[in-house]
Nanobody
């Protein structure tokens, strides 16, 4: 069974930064694409950023391009999301997800079969 554990959420001022990390176990990590999704109250879950299993190709939602950076460490079985210049539109529960997902399906939550419990990101002045 694949297990994902996110850490790194918290409260930050607008313009601030946070780094989320997701530790993975129970799978051959390098075989899986990894994604970060977020869900704000009353909204649908949104694909924020995703990274391929092996070739490093990435996806970013338009709303986070230039501000967020996804990376993975296949030796440590972790995926991270560096979030800079956080805005008042960014607060949500952020989820890590894993799946054998082709790039064309990166933003779609249904393509991922394993999920973490989520970590809260709050942006407030």
């Amino acid at each position: 069974e694949v297990q994902l554990v996110e850490v790194g959420g918290g409260l930050v001022l607008p313009g601030g930064s946070l780094r989320l990390s997701c530790a993975t176990s129970g799978c051959t990590f390098e075989d899986y694409a990894m994604g970060w999704f977020r869900q704000a109250p009353g909204k649908e879950r949104e694909g924020v950023s995703c990274i391929s299993a092996r070739d490093g190709s990435t996806y970013y939602a338009d709303s986070v391009k230039g501000r967020f950076t996804i990376s993975r460490d296949n030796a440590e079985n972790t995926v991270s999301l560096q979030m800079n210049h956080l805005q008042l539109a960014d607060p949500a529960v952020y989820y890590c997800a894993a799946g054998q997902v082709p790039r064309v399906l990166f933003p779609y939550s249904d393509a991922y079969h394993s999920w973490g419990q989520g970590t809260q990101v709050t942006v407030s002045s």
